[in-house]
């Protein structure tokens, strides 16, 4: 679990990073240069291990890779127009529409506790959004784009799943950034390019290598633990957002944020809870070729 968790404080460090960036980088912007790093360093790892980049269903890491654009699009957007542990929060949701996704597309039954769990998020992101806009929300669209995020992470996770079956992790992994790179630059072109300068160059490094060492920690925790202990690592995201919030930001939590956060954090544990003959069953069909990947969703949309 300690990767787990150590991948989670990666992906809240990678947030407050972006948060900090949104306030003089296009997004856009942003998100091309993480994927700039990112593709080279899965490369170099790709070619010094001898895996083929190319996958063996380009179309299916294509999509993997369009709808993991979008979420980290919808993700930036959303930590940079409200609270860190808000926009963490609806981020959180991904994994019940990775279930729903799963059963429409891949026929994958989502369980008896997924009614529940489902109602839970409803009610967490209900109090969410019941609690406004505030100084601190800078777009009311802030909360869609946010869930927005989550189910294209989502549709991305379920994309995984399948590439997952005849793909090496980290190939999956290498189409992210070649899909994210050429989306980016319509929107850079857009927003308008700013030439980064000073302390912007370090945070844009900052947030790529946080976010790729994020990823690589989720991959080797995942392969190491099974899939009901590997979502209990989910909350820590939300934890350490809020506590980056505080610091970082001088962001407080209403009440509504509180019980919001609780009911969505339940959603999400009783989401990920197996029988205990299927959790071992996951421990043991785990791996580094990626089958590990199959067994849990994480709600962190570097993961997806």
């Given at each position: ?22 306030k ?19 490369w ?5 291990h001898r ?27 959303s930590?940079?127009?409200q ?22 597309l ?13 109602t ?58 070649l899909?994210?790179?050429?989306m980016?630059?319509p929107?850079?072109?857009l ?79 009783l ?34």
């Amino acid at each position: 679990m300690a990767d787990m968790a150590f991948s989670a404080f990666l992906f809240a460090l990678m947030a407050a990073g972006a948060k900090h960036l949104g306030k003089t980088i296009p997004l856009q912007e942003a998100v091309f240069f993480r994927g700039v790093v990112c593709a080279f360093l899965t490369w170099a790892w790709l070619t010094k291990h001898r895996i083929p980049w190319r996958g063996s269903r380009p179309l299916v890491l294509a999509l993997r890779g369009g709808l993991g654009h979008l979420a980290l699009s919808a993700y930036f957007w959303s930590v940079a127009h409200q609270p860190l542990a808000n926009a963490v929060l609806y981020q959180q949701v991904s994994p019940l529409f990775t279930a729903i996704l799963a059963y429409w597309l891949l026929r994958e039954k989502p369980g008896p506790r997924f009614l529940p769990a489902f109602t839970l998020a409803v009610l967490g992101v209900y109090a969410l959004v019941s609690e406004g806009s505030g100084p601190l929300v800078s777009s009311p669209l802030a909360p869609f784009i946010g869930l927005c995020g989550a189910l294209m992470s989502g549709g991305a996770y379920v994309a995984v799943r399948d590439a997952s079956r005849t793909d090496h992790a980290m190939t999956i992994v290498l189409w992210f950034p070649l899909m994210s790179i050429p989306m980016a630059i319509p929107g850079i072109l857009l927003e308008g390019p700013v030439m980064p300068h000073g302390s912007q160059w370090g945070w844009l490094i900052f947030v790529a290598l946080t976010g790729q060492a994020g990823q690589v920690y989720l991959t080797r925790g995942l392969s190491k633990v099974p899939a009901a202990r590997a979502t209990l690592a989910n909350p820590l995201t939300v934890v350490f957002g809020a506590i980056l919030g505080w610091v970082a930001f001088g962001e407080t939590l209403g009440w509504n944020t509180l019980t919001g956060g609780l009911a969505l954090t339940a959603a999400v544990l009783l989401a990920g809870r197996q029988p205990a003959k299927e959790s071992n069953k996951a421990a043991s069909g785990s791996g580094t070729s990626g089958e590990g990947l199959n067994n849990s969703a994480p709600s962190r949309p570097d993961a997806a």
